[in-house]
């Protein structure tokens, strides 16, 4: 499975939202993230990535999005 | 020579942030270079650091001057604490070290919270005027460098984020990455008067608020009010009520009137300060309210407190239910800023208050959401949500934020225990 289909399980599973249509949707606007499901999130992407997501950097402007959020995950495991 | 700066330092006037027209006028006056740079495309960073520096040093003036000294200690080390760990981070990470200093840069504000609570209301010879809005600025820094997002850090450039004048008394609470970019570039002219527009507006509105409404309500209501209250004493009175409306709508017009004045003579300096209200009183909800009301401490509180409380209770999974987790976290968050207001029953009321409003504020959404499933899978529509129910929404919200604000003002522990008619 590739990190894009992943993360969307990762967020049903999480929030039991389907994020798959609205990749470029800011997930706060939406009401799918809020401050605690950013953190559940963060563990959850520690867990399946083997990644550190730093708690300071999930701010509400670059990783706002499932895209955006993509593309961190690959830069932080390309890092 | 001690005590010639001492006495020299007691016959300069006292001059506090924003107190007098007269500060405005000398304040606006010694800008005017600085916005005419600006306008240029130039910052002058001596000048203004020069200009800085001594409208810091009439705040701390005459009968309080020992406050400077405090400041100047304090400084230096947080200074120490702040290289020192960036050093340590830069070969290391570990959690003991991490704790270590964020607890040594939060020891002098515990400190100077804890001395009135346990001698007699005497203040600790520590303390000074925006000592806490301090220690956010440093701490944050901390946080920031032990997720590894704030990798480098300068000297002259930290001094000028901790002692950013027109935010130092009592915020709004700025990041260091932040005003960094802010402060290592100028903004071009479009943008620049484009904030001279919005700084002028702050002002006005800012003086409208602080020295019509807050005086309005703080003065000429509050004070003959709480008279009225304590004379005929008891439990609960009508004028208590009185107090609550006129002390809660003077403490947002003060607080607002101040941080507008913050943030216009950061814009004129070319530093876009976070702004710090935002039409609080129409929040619909409780967590609505926070994102709304002294926005740069709640999220200051989000960020550096809730957010890691409920990573560590996650990460550990020291509960199986989220919903119990985000409970625990709420409490413990708003608790803890009950305890940075001081170490008073009434404050820490407030805060627990508020994190149970928060948690039965998430409850209600999960019931909502819950209920609206079921009368989906029963063919019925959702339950109503329209203008009448926010307007609902807006008036509870209201009333339980004016209800905490009297517990948070004090005055019911002077009614109830130290009413001496």
């Known amino acids: ?79 | 020579m001690m005590q010639g700066l001492i006495q020299w330092l007691q016959s300069i006037p006292n001059w506090q942030p924003y107190g007098e027209p007269k500060y405005f006028a000398w304040l606006l006056a010694f800008l005017i270079p600085i916005v005419v740079a600006m306008f240029f495309g130039r910052r002058l960073k001596i000048y203004q650091s020069l200009v800085s520096l001594g409208f810091i040093v009439v705040m701390y003036t005459g009968a309080s001057y020992h406050q400077l000294f405090a400041l100047v200690a304090y400084v230096v080390w947080q200074t120490i604490i702040v290289f020192a760990y960036h050093a340590y981070r830069k070969e290391h990470d570990t959690f003991p070290v991490f704790a270590g200093a964020v607890f040594l840069a939060i020891l002098p504000l515990i400190f100077v919270k804890v001395t009135p609570a346990i001698n007699d209301g005497n203040n600790s010879l520590l303390g000074f005027l925006g000592i806490s809005y301090l220690t956010f600025r440093s701490v944050a820094m901390i946080m920031e460098m032990r997720d590894g997002v704030l990798k480098e850090i300068k000297l002259s450039t930290f001094l000028r984020f901790m002692l950013f004048m027109p935010t130092i008394s009592s915020g709004p609470i700025d990041r260091y990455r932040r005003f960094e970019e802010d402060y290592d570039n100028v903004p071009d002219r479009e943008e620049y008067l484009n904030l001279i527009e919005k700084a002028v507006w702050y002002l006005m509105l800012g003086f409208f608020y602080k020295y019509v409404l807050a005086y309005f309500f703080g003065t000429i209501l509050l004070v003959p009010l709480k008279a009225q209250a304590l004379a005929i004493g008891g439990f609960l009175n009508w004028p208590t009520i009185g107090v609550m409306y006129a002390y809660g709508f003077d403490l947002f017009f003060d607080f607002a009137g101040y941080s507008m004045f913050a943030v216009a003579i950061s814009y004129l300096m070319g530093i876009k300060i976070p702004m710090n209200f935002n039409q609080p009183f129409k929040s619909p909800n409780i967590k609505d309210f926070w994102n709304r009301w002294h926005i740069s401490l709640s999220f200051w509180f989000r960020d550096f407190v809730f957010m890691r409380i409920v990573f560590v209770l996650v990460k550990n999974k020291i509960f199986k239910n989220r919903n119990v987790t985000s409970s625990v976290a709420y409490i413990l968050n708003m608790l803890i800023m009950g305890f940075w207001h001081g170490e008073y029953w009434y404050y820490i009321a407030y805060g627990l208050l508020h994190g149970l409003a928060m948690v039965v504020n998430d409850a209600w959404i999960r019931k909502k959401k819950k209920v609206n499933k079921e009368r989906r899978l029963a063919g019925k529509g959702p339950l109503p949500s329209n203008k009448w129910t926010k307007a609902l929404g807006i008036v509870v919200t209201f009333q339980f934020v004016m209800i905490t604000f009297l517990l948070f003002s004090g005055f019911l522990d002077q009614l109830w225990f130290h009413n001496i008619k």
């Open chain 1, 1 to 79: 499975m590739d990190i894009q289909a992943e993360l969307i399980e990762m967020i049903d599973d999480l929030f039991m939202e389907d994020i798959s249509d609205i990749m470029d949707e800011d997930l706060y606007n939406a009401g799918i993230l809020d401050s605690m499901g950013t953190v559940e999130l963060i563990v959850a992407m520690e867990e399946k990535f083997g990644i550190k997501v730093p708690v300071s950097e999930l701010g509400r402007d670059d990783w706002n999005t499932g895209n955006k959020i993509v593309a961190g995950i690959k830069g932080l495991k390309n890092a």
